[in-house]
């Protein structure tokens, strides 16, 4: 449970709805032990005053039939309203859980989410905080109603049976809580099994899909066959137990219900014999047990849940609880007084990894100069970049702007300082004007349009039907990688900082295309301090000098 | 069918059990009996509950060994298809893609099996019995019953359609919120550089809540129609219940064939009322198991549709004629989906020839691989291994004639000399000393346990560079008469590569090889460079001679790498 203490604290800010949905929810249940109990209350009653002509008449048989129909409408109208605010609130909790993480990533990116970039972990993230929703609707909220709803009998059958009472109370809370608990105890270790089992199934398909052409060529097919075979046979077996397991919890539950029941009535028989009950109070009894076990049903799917929700909290734990690569001052100390740039004994390598990056690189380009630098694959440039952006710090020697060293100013100014195209520039998936307004959000049309002219994507964006409104999503454009990249490069046009750095500008392009986009971004940036990262012949025409790294 | 027997039986068994609980209630109340009297009752009360405790346990397994038997049955059936497929189908399709229907879409079908097809049975069979026993009791709770029984299939419908729109809209709202979530995190280093990201968590907030907003509405409308279901359910039972009290008070007198109802027979009807509608409700929940299954069979379709291209004639002409491989395609043509990926390639290829075949990604390098391979099957009469028709060929035959590296090789689990020893299972260990140091993978050797390491699943702890190396020492011990290389050097660095192709090109100067690349530096040691574009060859000659023609291989050129 510990791990969910920090998201049960978050769901006081929604407080409100929450109260709401559980209160529903009680009501529901109120209604149907009371819809149950009062009928067979009355029929009981109404046997008994039915055997005398006499009492029968004088018998009010309006109330609880009304009563009855009381109940069963108020079940009605609660379980509607229940839903209904259970999901608003669930939904409001998402909202408050995904800005929560948002808030803490932000500081931490992207050094902490590089690692997982390459992997599905980015995306097992947010499935993870999706099954947060649980933790409400399908964890804490049946746990209370049970607690509640036990305590309520003890109450409400004290009136009748002391010991009565305390017995339905033991077991209620037996089956609701404990039965469970156990079974979920006793299958958590062939859980484990299970899921490395799956796993390396998982594997193995993959691996056999990728090394089909060797499976085939080296004549291996009846080898990769049986092995599949076997893991999968072993992965049965084990949730073969999981069903036993599963199976005798389910046992259980019935054999807890009906000892309930029988132990119930075995008392309350004998009280009835004493005359220490009413007869129709047996009845009472009963029903209110059958309805009682009908309101703790949803509790074994809780425990389940509450196993998945654990570890999805515990993931989603872990990413926020790492420490940021990179601290800013709050505001800067100086201001640069030009957009010149000098690079000192830079020294990086990335933290658990022995491979050295960078071995005291210099480099200096004055401001207003023209720059590219180059490089084999591997080399350190696009570090290089990371580093002046300020997502990792380096390891030794300095960064100066101006003549001021990079670390002294605040994150805004720094941006503010830079204009950069990254390797992987990210594109979002929203409009295209959305996609440019990041980079200056008070950008008019006639600005974007300007950039879009700037990058050669005036006629493409005049011919699309929606043209800056397009959605730039996977399914809905066909915009091919250069387009893409040329959007990007827009956005550096419309950030209009003192020093630009494009790590291959040109990935993409056609020659024609980018001799012209470059000569345009040349003139434009005339000014400017430019830095080119290429692999590219055709991008060092656009540069007065090379620097090698 | 055990399962839905189990779920039948239980049905019984709870009839009895509601039986013998509203006589022991009647005979303690009404005839003032004492417990010792009853205690026949009791005792049988524990046996049933016993019995249907023995009942739900033996439910689920039979259900889990239903859904089982099916998930091995697919499971073996898809891997049989994807042998016959080939990799290159399964490329196509990519290894995660295929996992994922392998593993998680047929795992999809298990609750189906498990919990959907008994409970439907249930559904139908369970209130049927009930109201079987409850009509000679009282017809008129009969008829109340019976009343919602002719709405049971219409719930059915209804409950149906409710939870799949339902699932679906609340799946795609959770999808669509995630998916929004997910790229302002994937996009939160470009954000960063624009000084944005702070300003993004309310981006996250407006649309989480808007999409909110969207969903409730329609939650609004969705949830009446399982309220209406709550409706019938709960006014059946409050009916029954005023109806049982008013006959027991003598108000009303139809309904019982005239004799007087008993408390008895009052209390029977009430506890099976709730039971009435159970079976119905537990269909809801276990509704998506279906949209599930039947999303999943969606999927598998993907798979095992697609038809093998390899041929498998009955008249096949063995293949011996080794030596030597002379290749020649004749106006070579292959379609994928109606779209022409090769376009009437002509060259011929002779005995210890070493061809590169160059282009960019999509120009029908590995398609012309696969051809060759065997893996696709190609038109008759346009491609002839040795002055033979492939379509003639035995291909398994052929393909022990093979050696072929891939550009991101994975050895299979085992010691890296089981991994060598596959490829010549009689080689000696001073040959696979050999191979491994003309590939240039001496660190091998440094190894604490030298060729006998075990590399495990996701071939751990090694790079993949070594395992290049490694796979080219496999190479190196295949006794091949024809080589195929699949942009062998496509995910290793620079000077890996020129080792490798170095040692490649030493190693089979009397062998028939083709190469495929889209690195278009150091392919002077090639005899033949063979430029595709767009499934047609453009250019053909050596290194010099394209140079020269300052065409397209010069255009990619001047487009390619600075080896610094």
Request: charged share 15%; glycine share 6%; aromatic share 8%.
């Given at each position: 449970m510990r791990d969910l203490w920090p998201f049960i604290a978050l769901l006081k800010q929604r407080w409100t709805s929450i109260a709401f949905a559980f209160f529903f929810a009680l009501i529901t249940l109120l209604a149907g032990i009371g819809l149950l109990s009062l009928a067979g209350w009355f029929?009981?009653?109404?046997?008994?005053?039915?055997?005398?002509?006499?009492?029968?008449?004088?018998?009010?048989?309006?109330?609880?039939?009304?009563g009855v129909r009381f109940f069963s409408l108020v079940r009605i109208g609660g379980r509607y309203c229940e839903r209904l605010f259970s999901h608003d609130a669930t939904f409001k909790i998402l909202t408050t859980v995904r800005v929560w993480l948002y808030q803490r990533i932000e500081p931490i990116a992207p050094a902490c989410l590089w690692r997982y970039r390459s992997s599905d972990l980015l995306n097992r993230l947010t499935s993870d905080v999706n099954s947060l929703d649980n933790l409400y609707l399908r964890i804490l909220s049946p746990m209370l109603a049970a607690i509640f709803i036990s305590l309520l009998m003890l109450f409400f059958f004290h009136f009748f049976s002391s010991f009565i009472a305390v017995f339905v109370f033991i077991m209620l809370l037996a089956t609701a809580f404990a039965a469970p608990y156990i079974s979920q105890r006793v299958a958590r270790s062939t859980g484990e099994q299970l899921r490395h089992q799956t796993n390396a199934l998982r594997s193995h398909i993959i691996d056999d899909v990728q090394n089909l052409t060797e499976i085939l060529l080296f004549n291996l097919q009846q080898d990769i066959t049986q092995q599949l075979?076997?893991?999968?046979?072993?992965?049965?077996?084990?949730?073969?137990?999981?069903?036993?397991?599963?199976?005798?919890?389910?046992?259980?539950?019935?054999?807890?219900?009906?000892?309930?029941?029988?132990?119930?009535?075995?008392?309350?028989?004998?009280?009835?014999?004493?005359?220490?009950?009413?007869?129709?109070?047996?009845?009472?009894?009963?029903?209110?047990?059958?309805?009682a076990y009908e309101a703790i049903a949803p509790l074994p799917m809780a425990f389940q849940y509450l196993g998945e929700t654990q570890t999805a909290a515990k993931r989603i734990l872990a990413v926020t609880k790492e420490i940021a690569a990179v601290q800013f001052p709050e505001s800067s100390l100086t201001q640069p007084?030009?957009?010149?740039?000098?690079?000192?004994?830079?020294?990086?390598?990335?933290?658990?990894?022995?491979?050295?990056?960078?071995?005291?690189?210099?480099?200096?380009?004055?401001?207003?100069?023209?720059?590219?630098?180059?490089?084999?694959?591997?080399?350190?440039?696009?570090?290089?970049?990371?580093?002046?952006?300020?997502?990792?710090?380096?390891?030794?020697?300095?960064?100066?702007?101006g003549d001021v060293d990079i670390t002294q100013l605040s994150e805004a100014d720094l941006r503010n300082q830079f204009s950069i195209l990254n390797q992987r520039p990210h594109i979002f998936n929203d409009s295209l004007r959305n996609n440019l307004l990041i980079a200056k959000p008070d950008a008019s049309d006639e600005e974007l349009f300007q950039?879009?002219?700037?990058?050669?994507?005036?006629?493409?964006?005049?011919?699309?039907?929606?043209?800056?409104?397009?959605?730039?999503?996977?399914?809905?454009?066909?915009?091919?990688?250069?387009?893409?990249?040329?959007?990007?490069?827009?956005?550096?046009?419309?950030?209009?900082?003192?020093?630009?750095?494009?790590?291959?500008?040109?990935?993409?392009?056609?020659?024609?295309?980018?001799?012209?986009?470059?000569?345009?971004?040349?003139?434009?940036?005339?000014?400017?301090?430019?830095?080119?990262?290429?692999?590219?012949?055709?991008?060092?025409?656009?540069?007065?000098?090379?620097?090698?790294? | 069918m055990l399962a839905t027997g189990s779920g039948i039986a239980s049905g019984f068994l709870l009839v009895l059990q509601a039986s013998l609980l509203s006589r022991i209630v009647y005979e303690a109340f009404m005839n003032h009996q004492q417990r010792d009297q009853?205690?026949?009752?009791?005792?049988?009360?524990?046996?049933?509950?016993?019995?249907?405790?023995?009942?739900?346990?033996s439910k689920e397994v039979c259900g889990f060994k239903a859904g089982s038997a099916v998930r091995k049955q697919l499971r073996q059936t898809v891997w049989q298809h994807l042998l016959k497929l080939g990799p290159a189908a399964t490329q196509h399709m990519g290894s995660g893609a295929v996992a994922s229907q392998y593993v998680e879409q047929i795992e999809a079908v298990q609750d189906f099996y498990a919990y959907y097809l008994p409970q439907m049975s249930l559904v139908v069979f369970i209130p049927l019995a009930i109201v079987a026993f409850v009509f000679?009791?009282?017809?008129?709770?009969?008829?109340?019953?019976?009343?919602?029984?002719?709405?049971?299939?219409?719930?059915?419908?209804?409950?149906?359609?409710?939870?799949?729109?339902?699932?679906?809209?609340?799946?795609?709202?959770?999808?669509?919120?995630?998916?929004?979530?997910?790229?302002?995190?994937?996009?939160?280093?470009?954000?960063?550089?624009?000084?944005?990201?702070?300003?993004?968590?309310?981006?996250?907030?407006?649309?989480?809540?808007?999409?909110?907003?969207?969903?409730?509405?329609?939650?609004?409308?969705?949830?009446?129609?399982?309220?209406?279901?709550?409706?019938?359910?709960?006014?059946?039972?409050?009916?029954?219940?005023?109806?049982?009290?008013?006959?027991?008070?003598?108000?009303?007198?139809?309904?019982?064939?005239?004799?007087?109802?008993?408390?008895?027979?009052?209390?029977?009807i009430l506890l099976l009322a709730p039971e009435f509608y159970l079976p119905l409700r537990e269909l809801g929940t276990h509704y998506h198991a279906r949209g599930q299954a039947l999303g999943a069979a969606e999927e598998l379709q993907k798979i095992l549709q697609l038809q093998p291209t390899t041929h498998h004639q009955a008249v096949q002409s063995p293949f011996t004629q080794t030596h030597q491989v002379t290749i020649n395609c004749k106006q070579l043509n292959f379609s994928f989906e109606q779209q022409r990926v090769l376009n009437n390639l002509d060259f011929s290829i002779t005995p210890g020839q070493h061809v590169a075949i160059v282009g960019t990604s999509g120009a029908g390098k590995t398609t012309l691989l696969n051809c060759l391979l065997g893996f696709l099957q190609s038109n008759?009469?346009?491609?002839?291994?040795?002055?033979?028709?492939?379509?003639?060929?035995?291909?398994?035959?052929?393909?022990?004639?093979?050696?072929?590296?891939?550009?991101?090789?994975?050895?299979?689990?085992?010691?890296?000399?089981?991994?060598?020893?596959?490829?010549?299972?009689?080689?000696?260990?001073?040959?696979?000393?050999?191979?491994?140091?003309?590939?240039?993978?001496?660190?091998?050797?440094?190894?604490?346990?030298?060729?006998?390491t075990p590399v495990g699943e996701r071939n751990l702890g090694l790079s993949g560079g070594q395992i290049q190396r490694i796979c080219l020492a496999r190479l190196y011990l295949r006794d091949a008469n024809f080589i195929i290389l699949d942009e062998p050097t496509a995910s290793i660095d620079a000077e890996s590569e020129n080792l490798l192709l170095q040692s490649i090109t030493e190693h089979f100067t009397d062998t028939t090889l083709v190469m495929s690349t889209h690195r278009i530096n150091q392919l002077e040691k090639m005899d033949t460079i063979i430029v595709l574009d767009n499934g047609e060859i453009k250019e053909m000659g050596n290194l010099a001679q394209l140079m020269e023609q300052q065409g397209l291989f010069y255009q990619m050129s001047q487009e390619e790498i600075i080896h610094a």
């Amino acid at each position: 449970m510990r791990d969910l203490w920090p998201f049960i604290a978050l769901l006081k800010q929604r407080w409100t709805s929450i109260a709401f949905a559980f209160f529903f929810a009680l009501i529901t249940l109120l209604a149907g032990i009371g819809l149950l109990s009062l009928a067979g209350w009355f029929i009981s009653a109404a046997a008994f005053a039915g055997l005398t002509a006499l009492s029968g008449i004088t018998f009010n048989f309006f109330m609880p039939s009304a009563g009855v129909r009381f109940f069963s409408l108020v079940r009605i109208g609660g379980r509607y309203c229940e839903r209904l605010f259970s999901h608003d609130a669930t939904f409001k909790i998402l909202t408050t859980v995904r800005v929560w993480l948002y808030q803490r990533i932000e500081p931490i990116a992207p050094a902490c989410l590089w690692r997982y970039r390459s992997s599905d972990l980015l995306n097992r993230l947010t499935s993870d905080v999706n099954s947060l929703d649980n933790l409400y609707l399908r964890i804490l909220s049946p746990m209370l109603a049970a607690i509640f709803i036990s305590l309520l009998m003890l109450f409400f059958f004290h009136f009748f049976s002391s010991f009565i009472a305390v017995f339905v109370f033991i077991m209620l809370l037996a089956t609701a809580f404990a039965a469970p608990y156990i079974s979920q105890r006793v299958a958590r270790s062939t859980g484990e099994q299970l899921r490395h089992q799956t796993n390396a199934l998982r594997s193995h398909i993959i691996d056999d899909v990728q090394n089909l052409t060797e499976i085939l060529l080296f004549n291996l097919q009846q080898d990769i066959t049986q092995q599949l075979a076997n893991m999968n046979a072993n992965m049965l077996a084990l949730q073969l137990r999981m069903a036993h397991i599963k199976g005798l919890g389910m046992a259980a539950i019935t054999l807890l219900t009906g000892t309930t029941f029988m132990v119930a009535l075995y008392i309350g028989v004998n009280l009835v014999n004493l005359q220490l009950l009413n007869g129709a109070n047996l009845a009472l009894i009963v029903f209110g047990i059958m309805a009682a076990y009908e309101a703790i049903a949803p509790l074994p799917m809780a425990f389940q849940y509450l196993g998945e929700t654990q570890t999805a909290a515990k993931r989603i734990l872990a990413v926020t609880k790492e420490i940021a690569a990179v601290q800013f001052p709050e505001s800067s100390l100086t201001q640069p007084q030009s957009a010149s740039l000098n690079i000192s004994s830079l020294n990086f390598q990335y933290p658990n990894s022995d491979k050295i990056i960078l071995n005291g690189f210099n480099m200096t380009i004055a401001a207003g100069e023209h720059v590219a630098l180059l490089g084999p694959n591997g080399c350190g440039k696009s570090t290089l970049v990371n580093l002046m952006a300020r997502f990792w710090n380096p390891t030794a020697g300095e960064m100066r702007i101006g003549d001021v060293d990079i670390t002294q100013l605040s994150e805004a100014d720094l941006r503010n300082q830079f204009s950069i195209l990254n390797q992987r520039p990210h594109i979002f998936n929203d409009s295209l004007r959305n996609n440019l307004l990041i980079a200056k959000p008070d950008a008019s049309d006639e600005e974007l349009f300007q950039a879009l002219d700037t990058v050669e994507l005036t006629d493409y964006v005049n011919n699309l039907n929606d043209g800056l409104d397009t959605q730039l999503n996977e399914a809905g454009t066909n915009m091919s990688g250069g387009q893409l990249r040329r959007i990007a490069l827009a956005r550096t046009v419309l950030h209009d900082a003192p020093i630009v750095i494009l790590d291959e500008p040109t990935e993409g392009l056609d020659n024609v295309t980018s001799q012209r986009v470059l000569t345009k971004l040349k003139s434009l940036w005339a000014n400017k301090t430019v830095l080119i990262i290429t692999h590219r012949q055709r991008d060092l025409r656009f540069v007065e000098r090379t620097v090698q790294i | 069918m055990l399962a839905t027997g189990s779920g039948i039986a239980s049905g019984f068994l709870l009839v009895l059990q509601a039986s013998l609980l509203s006589r022991i209630v009647y005979e303690a109340f009404m005839n003032h009996q004492q417990r010792d009297q009853l205690l026949h009752l009791f005792i049988m009360a524990v046996i049933v509950i016993l019995i249907r405790a023995g009942l739900s346990w033996s439910k689920e397994v039979c259900g889990f060994k239903a859904g089982s038997a099916v998930r091995k049955q697919l499971r073996q059936t898809v891997w049989q298809h994807l042998l016959k497929l080939g990799p290159a189908a399964t490329q196509h399709m990519g290894s995660g893609a295929v996992a994922s229907q392998y593993v998680e879409q047929i795992e999809a079908v298990q609750d189906f099996y498990a919990y959907y097809l008994p409970q439907m049975s249930l559904v139908v069979f369970i209130p049927l019995a009930i109201v079987a026993f409850v009509f000679p009791i009282s017809w008129m709770a009969g008829i109340i019953f019976i009343c919602t029984a002719p709405l049971i299939p219409l719930f059915m419908a209804l409950i149906g359609m409710e939870t799949a729109k339902l699932n679906q809209k609340h799946f795609q709202t959770l999808a669509r919120m995630s998916a929004k979530f997910l790229d302002v995190l994937q996009g939160i280093s470009t954000l960063k550089l624009f000084n944005r990201s702070r300003a993004q968590a309310k981006v996250v907030e407006d649309t989480s809540e808007q999409y909110r907003f969207n969903i409730m509405k329609v939650l609004r409308v969705a949830f009446m129609t399982s309220g209406v279901l709550e409706l019938f359910s709960a006014v059946s039972i409050a009916l029954t219940a005023v109806y049982l009290g008013l006959s027991l008070l003598g108000e009303v007198h139809i309904g019982h064939y005239g004799a007087a109802l008993t408390l008895q027979g009052a209390l029977f009807i009430l506890l099976l009322a709730p039971e009435f509608y159970l079976p119905l409700r537990e269909l809801g929940t276990h509704y998506h198991a279906r949209g599930q299954a039947l999303g999943a069979a969606e999927e598998l379709q993907k798979i095992l549709q697609l038809q093998p291209t390899t041929h498998h004639q009955a008249v096949q002409s063995p293949f011996t004629q080794t030596h030597q491989v002379t290749i020649n395609c004749k106006q070579l043509n292959f379609s994928f989906e109606q779209q022409r990926v090769l376009n009437n390639l002509d060259f011929s290829i002779t005995p210890g020839q070493h061809v590169a075949i160059v282009g960019t990604s999509g120009a029908g390098k590995t398609t012309l691989l696969n051809c060759l391979l065997g893996f696709l099957q190609s038109n008759p009469q346009q491609l002839y291994i040795n002055g033979i028709d492939i379509t003639d060929i035995h291909l398994t035959e052929w393909q022990q004639h093979i050696a072929w590296l891939g550009q991101n090789p994975k050895l299979f689990p085992g010691t890296i000399k089981e991994n060598l020893l596959l490829a010549n299972a009689n080689a000696s260990n001073e040959q696979l000393h050999q191979a491994l140091a003309s590939a240039h993978a001496e660190f091998v050797e440094q190894l604490p346990e030298g060729i006998n390491t075990p590399v495990g699943e996701r071939n751990l702890g090694l790079s993949g560079g070594q395992i290049q190396r490694i796979c080219l020492a496999r190479l190196y011990l295949r006794d091949a008469n024809f080589i195929i290389l699949d942009e062998p050097t496509a995910s290793i660095d620079a000077e890996s590569e020129n080792l490798l192709l170095q040692s490649i090109t030493e190693h089979f100067t009397d062998t028939t090889l083709v190469m495929s690349t889209h690195r278009i530096n150091q392919l002077e040691k090639m005899d033949t460079i063979i430029v595709l574009d767009n499934g047609e060859i453009k250019e053909m000659g050596n290194l010099a001679q394209l140079m020269e023609q300052q065409g397209l291989f010069y255009q990619m050129s001047q487009e390619e790498i600075i080896h610094a």
